[in-house]
């Protein structure tokens, strides 16, 4: 079964917007076992749209459109889809109250341009928009099918994920098709590739399909296979899955969707341990992260941002004579960091960092991506250097992740 | 003049690479007056190139290629270009002697497969890529171009820069486009939409088109035109800008391509003061925006993410009677966070926010999404309570950007 996307909106064309809905909703309909043929970025406007909607049709079975259905002059799609398909629009009293709803529970005025998002194409299936004002549609012809989803990423994402994916795997009858991802960090795709190309060949010849999926500082490894019988595909995938995980065992966090700090989360959570920061080049980004999930206050209780060294110093308590003999970038002043965070906040553990994210301030002796990160409890704990590359955003985020899984994997280990 | 971007490479159908590279040659492309009409992903796969560039060449001028141009077999681009243009691969000395040079420089053995690279269509320009080992080809046919480059970021964005851009600029004879970007926080799509309505038919009968981009809280409104004189598209351009800059005064907080922080940035910078926060339910997302850009260390001293009520009293010095009458998401107990992180980074201003983000926490007097922002100096501080929904990430985005907002409203307007 075909697939295609199309993305509307003139902010994508003229490089205002990156697209990433594309990607995220392309991975989605991977996974249900629909290949995804083609993806196309067009502007608001109908002609446009229509023709890109023949020429998708002709190629594929499910076209799905996100983009131009807010309530401005702007936002065509609705209207466009109304005349494809040769309907009217009519008033959807569900969505009204949903719509009225949405504005009275935010204390905003609603506007007549808000309340005509409930008019909606009489020939669609209406798929409800729980975080937001613009409904989904669902249109059929000839077997094919046709999804409008809003363009705002997480509003598309809720869309697909309850109504959009169940539908089209209802629908189109797609094949079984069974995902396994191992989720690994610290080692280099090519070095995991050499590790493992054993397995890699006993795979192809049980036809499960191996990707590699890298990402800053992590390699995902995904294991697919498809076939009639649930079982036996499910069965023969765990198999290498299993013997993946245990090759791999030293670099591996987790598997499926579990990001870095919930792995950590997991630990803590199973031990009743709690655990607080002290960032410098990191600036907030461990915080964020720790505190990004519903029930982080069980096991994070804070951290300390300091930017400046005389933060670290007020702050923290990191001697001036560590900064001056050390500087803010050493094993001592790190130490100094964590030993500051864990008093202040009584945390069972805590990391801490320091580095030169750039792109200034490096040295011959420290470049810029040194970072030092420390991790552990009052009692034990250990520093170690990093170097990570030159680019800002990655030495902050592989900084951040890397601090996270160095104190998992010393719990874990019972170094801590 | 009308250009269409075909991007290559079956990672970017299956969600495994977002494609950042056609935003990017998008932006370029209008930069000099090329209207893109459509950006196309396709995989690589030779029937399918080739039906794509029949689509794109039916529609538009100018077709710009990405991807496929690697030394590896699931590389086609060149040999399915070479057959649609009809012409035969020669050798090309240069490009071979760059491609021994590329490699001799590295110190990495050449293979054949590489030097295969300087196998060239005899019916292109070619496009000499100094960063890479494939060269960028241009073709052209009754008056309509097609370019070819590789598809990773920096060797394409060479080739553009050097070779592509000018050469299309003096190819097609442009009309001049001209963008302007107005960035506005905290108020609906809708409501800005009414507000403006007149100005709206204004830049209408001018010619002037006007898109609503909608982001968390933020709506940027961008205007454009183009035409054969530049000064004349700019002036009536620039008049409305201003129109409409003057009437959403009030929520406009850049324009461009500004983030909330650096606009924050820019006015502390202008006057050398310093910030510093302390968050509760942000968790370290506005000291993680305050510290992204390079020499944010100028302004930005640190801050406490104060997750746990005993890291609010002990660290912030919250008082314990705050808590316990006003509970932690109040406005003593915010206000009390602001003094503290003042207090410990001696910084001229702070932030503080504290909130119910959800799922769980809510009550029926603070329901999920409630939170107060406080924000000011030591002797002129003041607080508010937002709503914010029910989505635990938009919250604290949402929350985030209010923060910053709302400390540069006030320092602009003198308040604190």
């Not at 890109?52 to 594929?60: G, Q």
């Not at 970072?371 to 680019?391: C, D, I, M, P, T």
Request: with cysteine.
């Amino acid at each position: 079964m075909q697939a295609e996307i199309i993305t509307i909106g003139d902010e994508l064309l003229i490089g205002q917007t990156i697209d990433t809905n594309s990607a995220w909703m392309g991975e989605q309909l991977n996974a249900i076992g629909m290949h995804v043929h083609q993806i196309s970025s067009i502007s608001d406007h109908d002609g446009h749209i229509q023709s890109a909607l023949d020429d998708a049709l002709e190629r594929s079975d499910l076209i799905l459109i996100t983009g131009g259905l807010g309530p401005t002059k702007d936002d065509v799609t609705k209207f466009t889809l109304c005349e494809y398909f040769d309907t009217k629009l009519v008033k959807n009293q569900e969505v009204l109250d949903g719509i009225e709803a949405y504005f009275s529970g935010r204390g905003i005025p609603i506007m007549e341009a808000n309340r005509l998002q409930a008019m909606l194409p009489e020939a669609c299936t209406v798929l409800i928009n729980t975080l937001g004002t613009a409904s989904g549609m669902w249109f059929e012809r000839n077997g094919k099918v046709v999804v409008s989803m809003p363009g705002v990423p997480y509003e598309m994402k809720g869309l697909m994920t309850r109504e959009v994916l169940p539908r089209a795997q209802k629908h189109f009858k797609t094949p079984f098709i069974y995902h396994r991802t191992l989720l690994t960090f610290g080692r280099g795709e090519s070095r995991i590739a050499e590790q493992i190309a054993d397995l890699e060949e006993q795979m192809h010849a049980q036809g499960i399909k191996l990707a590699f999926l890298p990402a800053a500082g992590r390699v995902k490894l995904r294991l697919s296979s498809s076939g009639e019988r649930e079982a036996q595909v499910k069965e023969k995938v765990d198999v290498l899955f299993e013997r993946l995980r245990e090759r791999l065992s030293d670099i591996v966090f987790g598997e499926g969707k579990t990001e870095m700090e919930e792995a950590l989360a997991a630990v803590l959570k199973e031990r009743k341990k709690t655990i607080a920061c002290a960032e410098s080049c990191t600036g907030g980004r461990i915080a964020a992260l720790l505190s990004k999930h519903p029930g982080s206050s069980s096991f994070f209780l804070g951290g300390v941002v300091a930017y400046s060294n005389d933060v670290k110093m007020d702050v923290l308590g990191v001697q001036s004579a560590s900064l001056e003999a050390h500087g803010a970038v050493s094993e001592t002043t790190v130490k100094e960091m964590l030993l500051g965070a864990l008093k202040l906040s009584n945390a069972d553990y805590a990391m801490a960092t320091s580095g030169i994210a750039g792109p200034d301030g490096g040295s011959e002796r420290k470049p810029v991506g040194t970072v030092w990160v420390a991790y552990g409890s009052r009692e034990k704990h250990f520093a170690v250097q990093l170097q990570l590359g030159s680019n800002r955003e990655r030495i902050v985020s592989v900084a951040t992740l890397s601090a996270i899984n160095l104190l998992r994997q010393a719990i874990l280990e019972g170094k801590v």
